[in-house]
T-cell receptor, first 114, second 114 residues
Framework: ETGVTQTPRHLVMGMTNKKSLKCEQH?????MYWYKQSAKKPLELMFV???????ENNSVPSRFSPECPNSSHLFLHLHTLQPEDSALYLC?????????????FGPGTRLTVL | LAKTTQPISMDSYEGQEVNITCSHN???????ITWYQQFPSQGPRFIIQ???TKVTNEVASLFIPADRKSSTLSLPRVSLSDTAVYYC???????????????FGRGTSLIVHP
């Protein structure tokens, strides 16, 4: 186990629904990340938080809204998604936002948008 | 702006040594090179990291030439369980400036045959 948990592990939602993905780490890390991985595509970095402040928003549509209430928790709020948003959403954390710091990934949430 | 370039796929056989090369022509002076392994429907996990010359751990070796414009991950005596996608990672500067943002390449899908 890497110490990063994600809930739910699987989620099916309609385009009009509102749902949230949760990520939690108890590693004492200060940086947290959301990634999207579509089928047979590389990892796409969505958001980066350092010390609870967002430092990167990688041109992500506004129907994805991140929230980092403290250094241990990261949320991704979803609303009015599209079928093409179906993917594996991965959360990761690292000690700091630094080149030398290893990222620890959670198991991911498999999202299906109908 | 592509930061890294890797072969899309590679095939090998059990017991062979596998070398995967990543090009990162625009690597920054303070950038480290990190390699991750990812199995289907799981988050990536750290394999090895280096800055220059050679690094070796219990699972792999990493060779980095003096100009640091490329790196080679070496997996000795691969087994079927080494079938996975391998990513090399270097950083980019945040759009807002001043922050290190990790950037995964497209990865190399390694298939190990019996």
């Amino acid at each position: 186990e890497t110490g990063v948990t994600q809930t739910p592990r699987h989620l099916v939602m309609g385009m009009t629904n509102k749902k949230s993905l949760k990520c939690e780490q108890h590693l004492g890390h200060n940086a947290m990340y959301w990634y999207k991985q579509s089928a047979k595509k590389p990892l796409e970095l969505m958001f980066v938080y350092s010390l609870e402040e967002r430092v990167e928003n990688n041109s992500v549509p506004s129907r994805f809204s991140p929230e980092c209430p403290n250094s241990s928790h990261l949320f991704l709020h979803l609303h009015t998604l599209q079928p093409e948003d179906s993917a594996l959403y991965l959360c990761a954390s690292s000690p700091e936002l630094a080149s030398t710091d290893t990222q620890y990934f959670g198991p991911g949430t498999r999202l299906t948008v109908l | 702006l592509a930061k890294t370039t890797q072969p899309i796929s590679m095939d090998s056989y059990e017991g062979q040594e596998v070398n995967i090369t990543c090009s990162h022509n625009n690597i920054a002076t303070n950038d480290y090179i990190t390699w991750y392994q990812q199995f289907p429907s799981q988050g990536p996990r750290f394999i090895i990291q280096g800055y220059k010359t050679k690094v070796t751990n219990e699972v792999a070796s990493l060779f980095i030439p003096a100009d640091r414009k490329s790196s080679t991950l070496s997996l000795p005596r691969v087994s079927l369980s080494d079938t996975a996608v391998y990513y090399c990672l270097v950083g980019v500067d945040s759009l807002s400036g001043g922050s290190y943002i990790p950037t995964f390449g497209r990865g190399t899908s390694l298939i190990v045959h019996p």
